[in-house]
């Protein structure tokens, strides 16, 4: 019996090329990352996070964000604070 077993998967380039960065910074390579995962869904007996379905205020302001609508910048972090009152 084999002590490996194989996955295929179709994933968009992009995502791909950032993710695998990002496991990179992490000190994980791609199989690294699967099997984390794949224990984990094991440990948590599902996904292991919170999948939820988003409701309608918070798909219209992803969509808008999405659009580029109603989008603030700010300058730094020191702006942020200030427009949140800390």
């Known amino acids: ?24 910074a992490l000190g994980l390579n791609t199989t690294e990352a699967i099997n984390l995962f794949y224990r984990q869904v094991k440990l948590f007996r599902g996904l292991p996070f919170e999948v939820r379905i988003p409701n309608e205020e918070t798909r219209k302001v992803l969509q808008e964000s999405d659009q580029g609508k109603k989008l603030v910048h700010y300058d730094s972090l020191d702006d942020v604070f200030e427009d949140l009152g800390i």
């Open 1 to 24: 019996m084999s002590k490996t077993a194989t996955i295929r998967a179709r994933i968009e380039p992009e995502l791909k090329q950032e993710v695998e960065s990002l496991f990179q």
